[in-house]
């Protein structure tokens, strides 16, 4: 699988990606497990509605007064030790955290997971460099031994296999053929704490960042954030402008949403609340913290009244595990650092349009993605929007047109639902026509070529105008 697939051509990754039997498989299982869990979490939680309100509260009240929660983090920060560094692009951030790299990590940085990093293509720049930077969350370094990109925001390599893990180890580190899990964790383990006792250079992102206090915070579930945040002496955090809540206090909000959609937890195993480098040569935490806050594309986003709750993301997951779309395509096919719905809005909106021009039409339209949006973002709607923009032909896209066919079948198609005799006459034909001759028609174009990669439903046997009036009649 190449790092960067071409978002331009979503339909084609799409289709290779329909062909891959086991990677399917993986993502049913996983969308499985995760709704699972994450009902059991709220039935433990009558209050999650309320919650929803309250965190979109907060994150439309920091949007709107961005710059003055911007401008106090920075102030308080400073004043507890950190070193606040603006970013206004992807290269301007590469170049921060680089010159950072070449002064501290001594050729090695170890990493948390972070999609900022993967958004402004970070490691591709160290590389170069010739500084090895080491991800040490253990889905994020699988992707590393693969040489792939995450494949989910939250679990980035949720589509493979134990036994393409078990292959994957055995080529790049030397373990066992076929070792089981244990095996393959512990190895992972002693690897990783051989780089985290050499590194120079810790870089994390942040889940959110409190302007109150001058404090990041971030979540997560194996501890290792805990050592790349502490054990170099020196930590780099790159977040994105919108990660800003007001005070404090506004953490509990988060802290009951992001964890229950995201992973169906209670609460993180491992929540970790930073305040500046250590004070004392015997305290824990690096001598030195930078923040490098990014906005690549941010600040327009936040311009415009339409686009700006998709900055209210808190990058749980959720509108993935729940997509029909990447349910059956999964991360890579996008294109894009961010997949899924939510990528589909964001992505868009971070590049120029003409780039990702094809992901606003990756989705049914559902509205599963929004009912389980922890801050209510209106995803359709946004989708919607883009798609809009895409077909009016935005500066740098041109103006889209239908097809020919679809424009014949969406006016035959008007024509026969304004007339309900004809309607009822049409659908009558077709259920009949289905029951007969259904699986020959399937099987020639035009509905072969739809056919591929779908299951196609068989039409019921009465609509629901016979079977609503059998009803009343009984």
Known sequence: MPRHLPMQEFAANAARALQDTQQRQALRAAAATFAARRQAALQQAP???????????????????????????????????????????????????????RAHAGGLCVKAKSMTTEEVRLNDTLERAGIEAVETDLGEWI????????????????????????????????????????????????TLRAKFARAGLGISGANLLVAETGSL???????????????????????????????????????????????????????????????????????????????????????????????????????????????????????????????????PQLLPLADAAALPFASSLCGACRDVCPVRIDIPRLLLHLRAEVREGTPGVPAAKPARLERIAMRVGAFVMARPRLYRFATGCARLLDRLAGPLLHRLPPLSRWRAGREVPQLARKDFRTRWAQRRRS
């Open 47 to 101: 209050d999650w509605q309320r919650w929803r309100e309250q965190a979109r509260a907060v994150k439309d009240h920091t949007l709107q007064h961005l710059d003055h929660y911007l401008e106090s983090f920075e102030r308080n920060a400073t004043a507890r030790g950190a070193r606040v560094h603006w970013a206004a692009d992807a290269g301007e951030a590469v170049r921060l955290v680089l010159e950072l790299a």
């Open 143 to 190: 992707q590393q031994l693969a040489g792939e990109t995450p494949f989910h925001i939250l679990v980035p390599a949720i589509h493979k296999s134990r036994g393409q893990i078990a292959e994957l180890f055995a080529q790049k580190i030397g373990t066992p053929p076929g070792a089981d899990p244990p095996a393959l964790t512990a190895a992972a383990r002693a």
């Open 217 to 347: 915070l971030l979540l997560e579930n194996e501890g290792n954030i805990r050592l790349v945040t502490s054990v170099p002496k020196v930590h780099v955090a790159l977040a994105g402008i919108e990660k800003l809540v007001p005070r404090l206090a506004d953490l509990d909000v988060f802290l009951r949403l992001l964890p229950r959609s995201g992973t169906g937890q209670a609460l993180s195993t491992y929540q970790s609340l930073l305040t500046g480098p250590k004070s004392r040569p015997g305290d824990e935490g690096p001598e030195e913290l930078h923040v490098v806050l990014l906005d690549n594309g941010r600040s327009r986003m936040l311009a415009h009244e339409v686009t700006r709750p998709s900055l209210a993301c808190i990058r749980c997951g959720a509108c993935l595990n729940v997509c029909p779309v990447y349910q059956q395509v999964g991360g890579h096919a996008y294109g894009s650092v961010y997949p899924g719905p939510i990528g589909a809005v964001v992505t």
